[in-house]
């Protein structure tokens, strides 16, 4: 199956899942503009080469906030996601992870490895 048969909510769904697996705290903004974040670069990866220029924009329109409050929230997301969350999901996902002693994927990196995952995973489907 190709992600974009996939419809929209059950794609939120299911990368709302993995980020709960990892430890992305819901409460947090950077939780809603990470899963929009994901969800874009699964149905495009090519939106993951220019967040700065056309994810974090897209993001922040969506959200009635500016492109820093975007890529801010995301990166606190991650760090928070990165030092309480399931070593061993990140382990199994990035291949390391903060009991190996090396610091966290940067907001694309992030993005890109969950989104890339999603991807495969549907197609697996």
């Known amino acids: ?5 996939v419809k929209d909510y059950e794609l939120e769904r299911y ?3 993995i980020m709960l697996d990892i ?5 947090l903004k950077g939780y809603h503009y990470l899963r929009d ?8 990866m090519e939106v993951v080469s220019s967040v700065t220029k056309l994810l974090y924009p897209t993001i922040a329109k969506r959200f009635k906030t500016t492109d820093q409050k975007v890529e801010r929230a995301i990166r606190n997301a991650i760090e928070v996601s990165w030092t309480r969350g399931n070593v061993e999901t990140f382990e199994k996902m990035f291949g390391y992870s903060i009991s190996t002693g090396k ?4 907001n694309s990196e992030y993005i890109a490895r969950i989104a890339d995952k999603v991807r495969l995973d549907i197609k697996a489907m």
Not at 37 to 44: C, K, Q, T, Y
């Open 37 to 44: 974040a994901i969800m874009l670069s699964g149905r495009d």
């Open 15 to 17: 990368i709302t899942d």
């Open 103 to 106: 610091t966290r994927p940067t």
């Open 1 to 5: 199956m190709e992600i974009v048969a």
């Open 23 to 27: 430890g992305v705290p819901a409460h």
